[in-house]
């Protein structure tokens, strides 16, 4: 009897360990509406090795290796908010095109939204983290990343976050969506990156502006930054959508495709991607639903 008992208390400490373990390295996965339009199947994904943020990535990473690595996309989210929930639809569509996706923030849960504000320190520590995982031989990730071709970008104070974060050296492109450096720093919401305009001359990447037409209540900051930016190439477009943007369509709707063709072309050497925002006319020029201008681009 002492030997079944000792064998059983044994059995249930490595249960217990087992356990522990298994939730220690926990990750939870979740498709949104059918996985993207894109070549890869997207998930959304909180893993325990980074719990401050939720991830974006194509469901399969087998795929992916030096030849064909994932470039980084890290993102902002409106109102400074510590979870994605307005913009996983936008999200996990562009994950859904080969890109990993990293966003500030829990990830949402059902229809709770969650309250604490982030900061833009967290789009570095999502950059940090992901190099750190592409030279990992434990990682999941391990030579899949493309560390040399990474994004920073995010919409309203997401965006101001992601001009914050833009000088460092490792960005390659900047994408600022329904944002703009408020005239004056102290302006806007709790929170807030507190900028000054001339934050904007170190921007050091091709640099793109979403914005929602004039109803949008960063049209003019987003403008005003378009007219002062002169030494890197910038391409503003216009929708008259508002401020909402249109993140919560299906897909991420008209600026997650606008999006995705920008990351292809900056990200990805994708020169057909390109043609949307080059030439005279370029190709986004052509929609009935946008208006456009650029700088220092072909």
């Known amino acids: ?33 059918d996985g993207g339009t894109g070549k890869y199947t997207a998930i959304m994904q909180s893993d325990s090795d980074l719990p401050t943020h939720t991830i974006f990535r194509p469901e399969n990473i087998s795929v992916f290796n030096k030849n064909n ?9 409106g109102a400074c908010a510590n979870s994605p929930w307005e913009h996983v639809n936008f999200l996990s569509e562009v994950a ?13 849960k059902e229809s709770i939204k969650e309250n604490e504000k982030s900061t833009s320190l967290q789009l570095t520590d999502a950059i940090d983290w992901a190099i750190a995982q592409n030279s990992n ?12 071709n990474i994004a920073v970008n995010g919409m309203s104070c ?18 600022v969506c329904n944002s703009g450096i408020l005239p004056n720093s102290g302006d806007g ?21 979403l914005l929602g037409g004039e109803s949008d209540i ?13 030494h890197v190439p910038v391409f503003v477009a216009n929708m008259d959508v508002g401020h909402g943007g249109t993140y919560s369509k299906p897909h991420g709707g008209e600026f997650a ?34 208006t456009v201008e650029k700088k220092n681009l072909p």
């Open 218 to 230: 960063a049209y003019h900051n987003g403008m005003d930054d378009f007219k002062r930016i002169i």
């Open 96 to 108: 859904s095109h080969g890109f990993l996706v990293i966003a500030i923030g829990i990830m949402p």
């Open 137 to 148: 031989k434990k990682s999941p990730y391990y030579n899949k990343i493309d560390v040399a």
């Open 257 to 290: 495709r606008v999006a995705i063709e920008w990351y292809k072309w900056q990200l990805k050497e994708d020169s057909d991607a390109g043609k949307m925002f080059t030439g005279n006319p370029c190709g986004l020029a052509q929609s009935p639903v946008w």
């Open 158 to 175: 997401g965006g101001l976050q992601a001009l914050e974060a833009a000088p460092d050296s490792r960005i390659k492109t900047l994408i």
């Open 69 to 77: 690595p994932l470039p980084i996309i890290v993102w902002g989210n």
């Open 189 to 209: 919401l709790s929170g807030m990156p507190q900028l000054k305009k001339e934050h904007l001359l170190k921007l050091h990447t091709p640099t793109l502006y």
């Open 1 to 33: 009897m002492r030997k079944i008992y000792v064998a059983i208390c044994i059995s249930v400490i490595f249960g217990v360990i087992s356990l522990s373990l298994i939730n220690k390295q926990r990750i939870v996965n979740q498709i949104i509406e």
